[in-house]
């Protein structure tokens, strides 16, 4: 990740700021309030507003439930029963702004969760940075086989070599194919004085998918929460999922109690299904069990058996 | 509007809070910070959180439209564009919660604004406040005979006397039978030891419906301006109202530069439809122009005229 | 419940309809729709319109995955697999909406799900029918003294007969009130021609929340079904409930094999924390766990032994 | 627009359906229902189901103001009053899907509108097809001088003819590097039996931004009407105002009373602010006005006499 000098100073004024406040603050958030983290070779992430902390949830819960709360004596307990028991609109009373930079494609996944505000560099008033994702030799995975939207082993030799070829050879020329239908180089400068440009909004679709974007992007705990189980889930593509890895740390600093919650129930948790309880109440009181009986598929028990860590019984 | 002692003390501890924060900060606003603001006879609204100011609007818009913004020199110009232009994701990026404290029949109609987080004290869990919405007399209104959903002249001598009184009666009672029912007083004390009381969440639907009510409410900026386009607006019913016009207080003390543009684009402003835009063409250039050339009904020809406040053209 | 003679001959008109479409139709829906289905004493549910069935489901998954799509053969399958991975959008693809007729309290708790369209008759506008909800005797329960928002036992003899008495008397008697506050009847007709009725939008706070109110409520299939989740489940009031299992047998009747699916993985389903996996490892392996190895509290650990109707593990 | 084989069969099934339902019908949108409607060099849209019509928003009107509705004695008037005055909850009640193929940059203008339900095309699971969006002749424009998001004059000649090239060259060159890359042709052929392909979801991140993807795009009438305010309107886009226009089409045939309404209140009605309305009252009195005592911008001031289309008051 290479900041331009003024993001740079951008970042360190915003940085040191501090003004006064009655309302709550998140102490650990604010360390690193600004901060570019970087991710995959050009992104990054950067916390840049937020509201509320823990207490704003017990706050909102207790408000709810009136004298009913009483009972549960501490927060981290109240606010684990909210987790394990789907209570979710305490979670929504906090809520926090990133500014993410980010490859078009992985854009295009992340923007199918709605229900979030996001202002995204626009294209059609200004020109897209020359910067495009090429993936570190790690990443580069050939397509799984039993798994049609994964990845199989990595790709490597002389294949690698030349798949990393082919994607930075095609992006930096489409990239320069746009400053000539644009008439202008990325830094401001005209090409021909005698020509005129081709509008931005037209120009920019000769841009890879690869190519950096990036966007303010702003939900509540809740929403974010959603978000990062699907996206740090072990099935979510590696692109996305490095951006989701950051962000739960984030969360950590912010709200570590719902944090601790949300990785318990959440992303450590399984689902059961009603067949699936039956195999597991008789697995537990010793009966015999098989698929047949069971009326799960194939497809099912395993994955029943896997979630509980239970590879001797997969078939 | 009584506070408890309890709900005193909660607000004095909250505002002699004194955070440090990188965030942005709205000082006018930190000032009434956690301040009931009284309404009606028994309700308030609070601020009691809330993100970003006028220049995380000017922010976003930036990152948006990139160096096309730079033409725009002042911020306040950037916000009356996307106020004119509806261009409205950037207002979307500040964020306030209220605590209000409000009749059940207006918690009904404000609710039906889905865009908002949302925590209403339950009466499932907790027994409800003895406190009713009783109108001031000057608010006691009869039908309108013109307009279906609205008030006409104001009820008096004998007939208000009637009316409050058989208002606070019937509040009065169905309350008493509520604790009754629940075999409990308000203050929480038994009734008779030797019974059971029926289920808080049975015995709560005999009271009346302007019993007071309490949430945590969160909206956007953008979304609040909707509500309060609405709610402020002279046709609201005026209970509403009341909580719309101090909401319109705080909006002026969070965002300046956004409630002056929505002042004048919004709520000072007026639609006018294709018919109607011939007819105001008309009227400037001298044209006689009458409502059958028109094409408008009687009834929009006078929504026009008294949205321009052209009187003498009303027919 | 007592359908008006207006009402009965409306339905009546719109069941003998028979158009030819294109769209897909749902056989068993269609033989029901417009009808009325009683709920508690006077309300109801009514299906009045739907978009897509089953097919509508599979149609837009197989969009989305394309060839990926191929390898599960049958529509049956790939609902299934859509419901376990929580793939939701294709189940947004099916719109359905409801005429209900329901006590306001009720519609409180309703309406807390946002994700819906909503038309409700407006007390500003039109005099509210006298029809109030008073529990079966059945239903009258105390209130639970394990559980703050549940029932316990019902009452029984003489307090249950004052309970319904209160109830009935106070919902009679608020209800002649706002009749005397209108100036008007229900059926229309003037109380005291020489006085003027106070406006509709502030009598109706006279009627108290056990009357009965109307909408029509739109939404998809994916947030019915997490509406019918929460609130077909046990912990729902009893009210709600009643409402929710009748519009499940709607469900049923529309997408059966979503339904079957949704029964499978959601309702009869649970979910397991990360703690609570570790307990079922153990329990599967013949491994001694307590209570304190598991780092579950005691309610933890009940709730997981109840949801896999283990009830000699309950502590 | 070319429809594969299976399209065309996929097509004439669907329109060769016959079912009876006791749903409303709208007659001229089951004409068109499922054709593919070209736009663009590659792209279409097909509306493939649909909810309600005129008669449903009025219905869900009158429920809602109950009698208070009886005063307005016709359907269109009913429809006319709710646009104007932005009663806005009726037109929810009617649902529309449609299939849409349409260039990757201008889905990610489109998807910016939350509030629809979406399925895509997904390039994780299968191969994009091989079709890419290239502006037609006299949609070759050059960037506006005028306006940073704007179109001005048209590219012609040989500079026309270069762009075209690139845009065409660069395409092709990307995809023939895709299916290298995945090791795989199109047509679902392998390229080199020895080799493993890329996994999909990193391959499709060399494709350009003009490359065809589809979806199935469902909302309700009220946010398709702003979604076509938006993208219907001069300002917008070309490439999305073709897609626009042609949905505008199926709305007139879908719901053509609302349709009347919305494009003479919406489409073709201006908005004017508080300061505009002074200026106006003082135009039409003949007063004298200037822009210095208005205190509009001279940019404000020539907004509103365009809307007016007063082209001589222009400074």
Redesign the interface.
């Known amino acids: 990740m290479k900041l331009t000098k003024e993001q740079a100073q951008e970042i360190k004024d ?2 040191s ?9 998140a102490p650990e958030l ?1 360390k690193i ?2 901060e570019a983290i970087p991710i995959l070779d050009h992104g990054f992430i950067r916390v840049v ?4 902390d823990d207490t ?1 949830i017990v ?3 207790r ?7 009483k ?1 549960v004596s501490t927060d981290s ?1 109240l606010i ?2 909210l987790m ?1 028991h ?1 209570h979710s ?2 979670f ?2 906090c ?1 926090i ?1 990133y ?1 993410v930079k980010l ?3 992985i ?2 996944q992340w ?2 969760h ?2 979030a ?6 294209a ?4 897209l940075d020359k910067e495009f ?1 090429l ?1 570190s030799s790690e990443n ?5 086989q039993s798994n ?6 990595v ?1 490597e030799g002389e ?1 690698a070599k030349q ?1 990393l070829e ?2 930075k050879n ?2 930096e ?2 990239y320069k ?1 746009y400053e ?3 008439n202008q180089r990325f830094d ?1 400068t005209t090409i021909d004085e005698n ?8 120009a ?7 190519t950096y974007t ?3 992007w ?1 939900t ?1 705990l809740l929403n974010l929460m959603n978000f990062l189980r ?1 996206r740090a889930d072990s099935h979510a ?1 590696y692109e996305i999922r490095a951006y989701a890895d950051a962000m739960l740390d984030t969360v950590k600093k912010w709200v570590p109690i719902t944090y601790e919650a949300f ?3 959440r ?11 039956k195999v ?2 008789k ?2 009181s ?1 009966e015999k069990v098989d698929i047949e009986q069971s009326g799960l ?1 194939k ?2 028990w395993n ?1 029943l058996m896997l ?4 590879k001797d019984k997969l078939i």
Do not use: C
């Open positions: 915003q940085q700021q501090s003004n006064s406040t009655k309302r709550v603050t604010e309030l600004y507003d937020y509201m509320g704003s706050q909102a819960a408000v709810s439930y009136g004298k009913g709360t009972k307990g684990k029963y394990r789907w609109t305490p929504e009373m809520e702004k500014h490859p078009i494609f854009a295009r923007i199918r709605r229900t505000n996001v202002n995204e560099y626009s059609r008033y200004s020109i994702y993936p580069l995975a050939a397509q799984s049609r939207q994964g990845r199989g082993e790709i294949q798949v082919l994607l095609d992006a020329r489409t194919n000539e239908m644009l401001g020509k005129k440009g081709l509008a931005r909004e037209l920019r679709m000769n841009l890879t998918l690869n990036q966007w303010y702003k509540d699907l593509q990785m318990d129930y992303v450590g948790g399984t689902e059961v299904s009603s067949k699936g309880k597991i109440q697995l537990i010793g598929s497809r099912e994955e979630a509980l860590e239970l």
